[in-house]
């Protein structure tokens, strides 16, 4: 039996990049999972490709509570109760800050940090209940740094580390746990657009040497919402190659 056996997972932004690796590797631990991406077509296409049985893909604006009340509706008859939740969901917009328009402000504010808040705040009230979850939140190094360029992002990743640590502790006595990853850079859609003399100058910032691939979060991902991270809570990993110690 594999540690995530009859486990229902929630994987926001689940239809690519690091959201897809990571429902893959819950998938290979025995999770069923709700695959959630705002493209209907993306997050069926998802969830048919995991491996295992009883996985489904959701549409869903992470930022629209309503809507995220009526998907976890319709998760928790068609799959089961919610045992972990991963919020996965994340764009940028990035511009630097003279010329940076509130709508590229209040857009990343809204899917980064209101959609974890929403997604949380609808899964707590069962897994309180039940006196068990893990929630996992993807911050990133930018969060914890900043970062030139991307004050909405970096605003919306650093809110996500206050609010992993508050759920954590506001939490604990009921049994579930709340923890952050802060990824560095990882080869996805969100960094394709970078040149190679972008990702050389970040290469050369990276003790690793290399930029990293979505299943090096999604191991990190896999560990910390199972058993062997029980006594884990409020923490944030940074899987970085070793740019932020
Ligand atoms: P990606 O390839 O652009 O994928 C983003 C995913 O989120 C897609 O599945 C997208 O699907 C979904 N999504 C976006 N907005 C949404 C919304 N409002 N509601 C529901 N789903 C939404 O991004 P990624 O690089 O894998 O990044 C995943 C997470 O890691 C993000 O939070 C990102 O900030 C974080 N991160 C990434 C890096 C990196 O280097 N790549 C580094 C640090 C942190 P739809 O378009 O269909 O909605």
Same mark, same amino acid.
């Given at each position: 039996?594999?540690?995530?056996? %009859?486990? +229902?997972?929630?994987?926001?932004?689940?239809?690519?990049?690091?959201?897809?690796?990571?429902?893959?590797?819950?998938?290979?631990?025995?999770?069923? !999972?709700?695959?959630?991406?705002?493209?209907?077509?993306?997050?069926?296409?998802?969830?048919?490709?995991?491996?295992?049985?009883?996985?489904?893909? *959701?549409?869903?604006?992470?930022?629209?509570?309503?809507?995220?009340?009526?998907?976890?509706?319709? !998760?928790?008859?068609?799959?089961?109760?919610?045992? !972990?939740?991963?919020?996965?969901?994340?764009?940028?917009?990035?511009?630097?800050? +003279?010329?940076?328009?509130?709508?590229?402000?209040?857009?990343?504010?809204?899917?980064?940090?209101?959609?974890?808040?929403? *997604?949380?705040?609808?899964?707590?009230?069962?897994?309180?209940?039940?006196?068990?979850?893990?929630?996992?939140? !993807?911050?990133?190094?930018?969060?914890?740094?900043?970062?030139?360029?991307? +004050?909405?992002?970096?605003?919306?990743?650093?809110?996500?580390?206050?609010?992993?640590?508050?759920?954590?502790?506001?939490?604990?006595?009921?049994?579930?746990?709340?923890?952050?990853?802060?990824?560095? *850079?990882?080869?996805?859609?969100?960094? %394709?657009?970078?040149?190679?003399?972008?990702?050389?100058?970040?290469?050369?910032?990276?003790?690793?040497?290399?930029? %990293?691939?979505?299943?090096?979060?999604? %191991?990190?991902?896999? *560990?910390?919402?199972?058993?062997?991270?029980?006594?884990?809570?409020?923490?944030?990993?940074?899987?970085?190659?070793?740019?932020?110690?």
């Amino acid at each position: 039996m594999t540690e995530l056996e %009859g486990k +229902v997972a929630i994987v926001t932004g689940g239809s690519r990049g690091i959201g897809q690796a990571i429902a893959v590797a819950l998938a290979e631990a025995g999770a069923r !999972i709700a695959v959630v991406s705002r493209q209907a077509q993306g997050a069926e296409a998802a969830a048919a490709q995991l491996p295992g049985s009883g996985h489904a893909g *959701f549409a869903c604006d992470v930022a629209d509570a309503s809507a995220v009340a009526a998907t976890l509706s319709r !998760i928790e008859s068609d799959i089961g109760d919610v045992g !972990i939740l991963v919020n996965n969901a994340g764009i940028t917009r990035d511009n630097i800050l +003279v010329r940076m328009k509130d709508e590229e402000f209040d857009e990343v504010i809204a899917a980064n940090l209101k959609g974890a808040f929403n *997604f949380t705040r609808a899964v707590t009230r069962g897994m309180m209940k039940r006196r068990e979850g893990a929630i996992l939140n !993807i911050s990133s190094v930018v969060g914890l740094t900043g970062n030139a360029g991307q +004050v909405n992002y970096a605003a919306s990743k650093a809110g996500l580390l206050g609010l992993t640590k508050s759920v954590a502790k506001e939490l604990a006595s009921r049994g579930v746990r709340c923890n952050a990853i802060a990824p560095g *850079f990882i080869r996805t859609d969100m960094t %394709g657009e970078l040149t190679e003399a972008q990702v050389e100058t970040l290469r050369s910032q990276i003790p690793l040497g290399t930029l %990293g691939e979505p299943q090096d979060i999604a %191991g990190a991902a896999r *560990f910390l919402v199972g058993p062997g991270a029980r006594y884990i809570t409020g923490q944030v990993l940074a899987v970085d190659g070793g740019m932020v110690m």
